[in-house]
């Protein structure tokens, strides 16, 4: 149920497969990787290119957050390249349905991102047939900010909403083991992590450290 995923924007990119390998002999079930295209956010990333190179190396569950408009043009390269879920950005997307039916087709899960400023509400009309959604915790285009804590109450929203459905809620931007609590608290079941994580290896006790305080305060 709880998952930590460690975003691997914070990682060292010149020793990238070493950091995924660390991260999942370290703990963690996903790695949630981080898709930027200088458009939609003023930041760039990687390329499905460098996610195939680490998925020869990784059994983690790849977890692609495209930040990027015209999403539904990178589906198909980075699903090829590994990814086994892809979320979207809702402020970029006119036609949601259309969109998630679109990544299901490729036997992939689905998912809805959030910007903060953004109303929960807008994801209601597709949440029954999404497989996550994600809140963001700061402005997405960076690691390393400062975690908003207004977004709780669209977990809680989001939470009331799904109906006891399988849906996951995913949180992201600013999570440590402190903050970890406070989601968890308001529905959170998976927990991005990127300067936390990678702050300083090993990465096993900060891993630990967020499980132990999500799954002790997980109310779901
Ligand atoms: C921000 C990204 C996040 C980021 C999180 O745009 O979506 O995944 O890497 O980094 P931290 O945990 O440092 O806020
Ligand atoms: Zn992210």
Request: charged share 25%; hydrophobic share 45%.
């Amino acid at each position: 149920m709880i998952k930590i995923a460690p975003s691997i924007l914070a990682s060292d990119f010149g020793a990238l497969r070493e950091d995924v390998l660390a991260i999942e002999k370290a703990g963690a079930e996903w790695a949630h990787i981080d898709i930027m295209d200088g458009h939609f956010v003023p930041n760039l990333s990687m390329g499905p290119d460098i996610v195939k190179s680490i998925r020869e190396a990784s059994g983690l569950f790849f977890d692609c957050h495209l930040m990027v408009e015209n999403p539904k043009m990178f589906v198909e390269p980075f699903v090829k390249a590994g990814a086994e879920l892809i979320t979207f950005h809702q402020e970029c997307v006119e036609d949601m349905d259309e969109l998630i039916d679109y990544i299901h087709s490729f036997g992939v899960k689905a998912a809805v991102a959030i910007k903060p400023a953004t109303s929960e509400e807008t994801i209601f009309p597709v949440l029954h047939k999404l497989d996550m959604v994600l809140v963001m915790s700061v402005v997405p285009g960076f690691g390393g900010q400062k975690f908003m804590p207004e977004v709780l109450d669209k977990v809680r929203n989001i939470r009331a909403h799904k109906d006891g459905k399988n849906i996951d809620i995913q949180m992201d931007g600013g999570i440590n083991a402190e903050t970890a609590a406070l989601a968890a608290k308001a529905g959170v079941n998976v927990f991005v992590a990127g300067s936390a994580v990678f702050a300083k290896p090993p990465y096993t006790e900060t891993i630990a450290s967020i499980r132990k305080n999500a799954e002790g305060n997980y109310n779901g």
